[in-house]
Structure formats: structure tokens, C-alpha cells
């Protein structure tokens, strides 16, 4: 390798470290998110095993089930954005190297890759802000019942 791929793969691997810490972050978000959604399966699931075994409908439970219901949607939603985000940082490291090695005019399309992960980890943000709201929603019917 002469000194200057040596100086080119240098360059790519600086500019690789800012997607590379956008999906270690984003990861994290995912772990936070999955979480949350694990919990709330598992309250819905409860939920409904005790519609089941009532013998008259309660409208309070039937409205929780939905807010739950709902929550699930969007934190499906939320990983969905998280994911494509990472997804979309790693194509870009991908870009990145593939400029540097073969001298391939990327780069508007290595910056559309990135703006469409940050839009992907914005809506992502979004929507778990959402979901949060909607865990108050929940925790509102429960002390109503």
C-alpha cells in the first residue's frame, strides 16, 4: 500500500466516524425502545387475559387495551425509523468507502444517505415522544377504573 491510499483510507475512516457513532446511539435508542415495547405487550397481553374472564365488559379496560393497543403501533413505528436509520449510516460507511477505493463520484448520494438517516432517527424521536404520552394516556385509565 503506497502512502497515498495509506493517506486515502485515513481520510475515509475519519469521515466513517460520525455514521459509525450515529449507529452506536441509535442502537442504544433501539434497546430502549424494544424495552418498552416488551412491557407494554406484556400489559396488553394481561389486560386482555382479564377481558377475557370478565363476565360483563368494562368500558375503563376496554379503553386501556386500546391506549396500549395504540402504543404498540407506534413503538413498531419508532423502531422502524431507528432501525433505518442505522441502516442508512451504514450504507453511508459503505459510500464512503467505496469512493475512496474506486474514486466513485458519490458524494451527493452519500449525503442524501445521511440526511435520510437523520430524518429516519428524527421521526423515530418523534414517535417516542408520542409513545410516551400515550403511557400517561394509560396510566390515566387505570386510576379512573
Do not use: K, Y
Not at 469521515?15 to 442504544?28: C, D, E, Q, W
Not at 379503553?63 to 403501533?73: F, G
Amino acid at each position: 500500500m503506497d502512502g497515498h491510499n495509506l493517506e486515502n483510507l485515513g481520510q475515509v475512516l475519519q469521515a466513517s466516524i460520525s455514521p459509525i457513532a450515529l449507529v452506536s446511539g441509535v442502537g442504544l435508542l433501539i434497546l430502549s425502545q424494544t424495552n418498552r415495547l416488551g412491557r407494554v405487550m406484556d400489559r396488553l397481553r394481561g389486560l386482555i387475559e382479564q377481558r377475557r374472564a370478565l363476565t360483563t365488559p368494562d368500558a375503563h379496560l376496554d379503553r386501556e387495551v386500546s391506549v396500549l393497543h395504540r402504543r404498540t403501533r407506534i413503538l413498531r413505528a419508532t423502531i422502524t425509523a431507528a432501525v433505518l436509520s442505522a441502516f442508512l449510516a451504514s450504507v453511508l460507511v459503505l459510500v464512503l468507502f467505496t469512493t475512496a477505493l474506486w474514486g466513485t463520484a458519490l458524494e451527493w448520494f452519500g449525503a442524501a444517505v445521511f440526511a435520510g438517516s437523520l430524518v429516519s432517527l428524527i421521526v423515530s424521536l418523534v414517535l417516542f415522544i408520542f409513545d410516551m404520552n400515550l403511557s400517561l394516556q394509560a396510566v390515566q385509565e387505570e386510576l379512573l377504573r
